[in-house]
T-cell receptor, first 109, second 114 residues
Framework: GENVEQHPSTLSVQEGDSAVIKCTYSDSASNYFPWYKQELGKGPQLIIDIRSNVGEKKDQRIAVTLNKTAKHFSLHITETQPEDSAVYFCAARWSTLTFGKGTMLLVSP | DAGVIQSPRHEVTEMGQEVTLRCKPISGHDYLFWYRQTMMRGLELLIYFNNNVPIDDSGMPEDRFSAKMPNASFSTLKIQPSEPRDSAVYFC????????????FGPGTRLTVT
């Protein structure tokens, strides 16, 4: 089955800095790669996704890149703000979603 | 829409007791998923339904776990008998499709088995 590795497990940045979270996947047939944000006490919420026919996608301060050859994809958050503090999950899909273990992002004012 | 609704939000029970978790998906969503979240294993898919029919239950850890979806607006996840290692946060999610569709998660049920 699909396996998704996510790094780092924790990430601390200063407000205004950029944050990058990286994931690798095992199944080359995966064709959909969403990113979810989970705030304390809440369920995960989709923030951005990318499909295998696209190399990069941006939405305001958030961008995702995909390298199908290397089977890795990354989340980039620019100009981080304290409200970006949360756990971020990458996922890859072949039939159902397989999630990475998550990255706890802490943005300090 | 109120989003995915789960109840209870917190459940504390003793080992050996039966536990029932409940979920109301978003109206019009054809797919319903049950996930378990732990620090060690992350988010694991337990089972999913399409149009109230269980499609894949390969993630259900053992026979103590069972899930039902009697109609389009209600699903349950039952653990009988419960064990301390079942302690986790259980999420229900729904979506309008399987392939590349956003999954909308409920707030989760935090289960503690003592």
């Amino acid at each position: 089955g699909e396996n998704v590795e996510q790094h780092p497990s924790t990430l601390s940045v200063q407000e205004g800095d950029s944050a990058v979270i990286k994931c690798t996947y095992s199944d080359s047939a995966s064709n959909y790669f969403p990113w979810y944000k989970q705030e304390l006490g809440k369920g995960p919420q989709l923030i951005i996704d990318i499909r295998s026919n696209v190399g990069e996608k941006k939405d305001q301060r958030i961008a995702v890149t995909l390298n199908k050859t290397a089977k890795h994809f990354s989340l980039h958050i620019t100009e981080t703000q304290p409200e970006d503090s949360a756990v971020y999950f990458c996922a890859a899909r072949w039939s159902t979603l397989t999630f990475g273990k998550g990255t706890m992002l802490l943005v300090s004012p | 829409d109120a989003g995915v609704i789960q109840s209870p939000r917190h459940e504390v029970t003793e080992m050996g007791q039966e536990v029932t978790l409940r979920c109301k998906p978003i109206s019009g969503h054809d797919y319903l998923f049950w996930y378990r979240q732990t620090m060690m294993r992350g988010l694991e898919l337990l089972i999913y339904f399409n149009n109230n029919v269980p499609i894949d239950d390969s993630g259900m850890p053992e026979d103590r776990f069972s899930a039902k979806m009697p109609n389009a607006s209600f699903s349950t996840l039952k653990i009988q008998p419960s064990e301390p290692r079942d302690s986790a946060v259980y999420f229900c999610a729904s979506s309008t499709g399987l392939a590349g569709y956003e999954q909308y998660f409920g707030p989760g049920t935090r289960l503690t088995v003592t």
